[in-house]
């Protein structure tokens, strides 16, 4: 069982820059995947950002449209953690920010997600 604890979330205006955090329980994998989910409330959970990586080393990042330029994904293996640094937020990225991993597909729906952070949040006020 993966454990996914994320921080870093907050109350920042327009234009501010956040670094969300995840740190994952057990030992590293030497290849996997993991995203960054988010939740609007009244809104459905959307896909942020996904990483693969594949004998310790970075594959694949994928990002949705509307962060694409502004946020960034990452993985730290040694540590075992998961960051999305966010540049020039915007109050439409205000949400509940939720990290993900899966045991096989690179969870870019989360009906692909095996394993939920339990959410942190970000507002960013205009």
């Known amino acids: 069982q993966v454990q996914l604890v994320e921080s870093g979330g907050g109350l920042v205006q327009a234009g501010a820059s956040l670094r969300l955090s995840c740190a994952a329980s057990g030992r590293s994998s030497s290849s996997g995947a993991m995203a960054w989910f988010r939740q609007a409330t009244g809104k459905e959970r959307e896909f942020v950002a996904s990483i693969t990586w594949i004998n310790w080393i970075v594959g694949t990042t994928r990002y949705v449209d509307s962060v694409k330029g502004r946020f960034t994904i990452s993985r730290d293996n040694a540590k075992n953690t998961l960051s999305l640094q966010m540049n020039s937020l915007k109050p439409e990225d205000t949400a509940v920010y939720y990290c993900?991993?899966?045991?096989?597909?690179?969870?870019?729906?989360?009906?692909?997600?095996?394993?939920w952070g339990q959410g942190t949040q970000v507002t960013v006020s205009s």
């Open positions: 993900a991993a899966s045991r096989g597909a690179i969870p870019t729906t989360a009906s692909l997600v095996d394993y």
